[in-house]
């Protein structure tokens, strides 16, 4: 990192669709899904209450990617802490352009109720994911919040 400068996202949201997964031969993986935040506010001339959205592409890789694929679904509240990246592509003749980020520690903040999966019994508290190095990943059961 140069002196003097940092590339950190944080966000809060609520994802979009489900965690599409890409495989590739010597065992990695990328996730990509999309979260929505929102925020709030009261037009001073109307009175009324207005909420604008936005929405964000996420990257997650290899373990990190697969415990996403495995616990999160449309709806469901993450923290998310990563990086801006942008990206551009040229299809059929036009440059394509897209801002991504690309996750570091990730936080389920939706709990997952009556699940019948084998092997999904998540707690009923926060399961926090901290990916290091991209290659590894720990789920930290015992979060201060």
Known sequence: ????????????????????????????????????????????????????????????????????????TKGDKVYIEGKLKNRQWEQDGIKRYATEIHVNEMTMLSTKKNSTTENQNLPEEQVKTRLENNNSSEINNDLPF
């Open 1 to 72: 990192m140069a002196a003097g400068t940092i590339n950190k996202v944080i966000l809060i949201g609520n994802l979009g669709d489900t965690v599409k997964m890409h495989y590739f031969d010597d065992k990695n993986s990328v996730g990509r899904f999309p979260i929505a935040t929102s925020e709030s506010y009261t037009n001073k001339t109307t009175g009324e209450k207005v909420t604008t959205t936005d929405w964000h592409n996420i990257v997650v890789r290899n373990k990190l990617a697969q415990i996403c694929e495995k616990y999160l």
